[in-house]
C-alpha cells in the first residue's frame, strides 16, 4: 500500500488550496483515510477523517469551517480543500489510511492509522 500525497506549495494569505492524496494499493471502501499536519517544531496533529465506505466525515474542531474532505471512490483518491489560509496553516500535510476499516469517523489519533505518505509541504506567506 502507498500514499502519494500532492498539491502543496507556497500560497499567499486568504487564498485556498486543495491537496490530494493517492491511494495505491489500498481497499478503499475498507479504509478510513485521515489528513495530519505538522508545523515545524510542533507535534503532528490530525486535521480530518473520511470513511472510505459511506463518505461519512470528522473534522477536529478546531479545523472546522476552512477545511474539507472529501473522497472519490473511482480514483482512490482523497482530497483536503482548505479555504482562507493563514500563515499557522503552514505545515506538512499528510494522509494516512486505516485499514481494514475498524474505526469510526471520529478524532484522529496517530496510531489507528497503519498507512502513510510522505507529506506535502503548505507554505502560507505574502
Known amino acids: 500500500v502507498r500514499l502519494v500525497e500532492s498539491g502543496g506549495g507556497l500560497v499567499k494569505p486568504g487564498t485556498s488550496l486543495r491537496v490530494s492524496c493517492t491511494t495505491i494499493?489500498?481497499?478503499?471502501?475498507?479504509?478510513?483515510v485521515a489528513w495530519f499536519r505538522q508545523a515545524p517544531g510542533k507535534e503532528r496533529e490530525g486535521v480530518s477523517v473520511?470513511?472510505?465506505?459511506?463518505?461519512?466525515?470528522y473534522y477536529v474542531d478546531s479545523m472546522s469551517g476552512r477545511f474539507t474532505t472529501s473522497r472519490d471512490n473511482a480514483k482512490n483518491m482523497v482530497y483536503l480543500q482548505i479555504t482562507n489560509l493563514k500563515p499557522e496553516d503552514t505545515a506538512v500535510y499528510f494522509c494516512?489510511?486505516?485499514?481494514?476499516?475498524?474505526?469510526?469517523?471520529?478524532?484522529?489519533?496517530?496510531?489507528?492509522?497503519?498507512?502513510w505518505g510522505h507529506g506535502t509541504q503548505v507554505t502560507v506567506s505574502s
Open positions: 494516512a489510511a486505516s485499514s481494514p476499516l475498524t474505526i469510526k469517523a471520529g478524532p484522529p489519533a496517530l496510531w489507528d492509522y497503519n498507512f
Open positions: 494499493g489500498l481497499d478503499f471502501e475498507n479504509a478510513a
Open positions: 473520511i470513511r472510505g465506505d459511506d463518505g461519512e466525515t
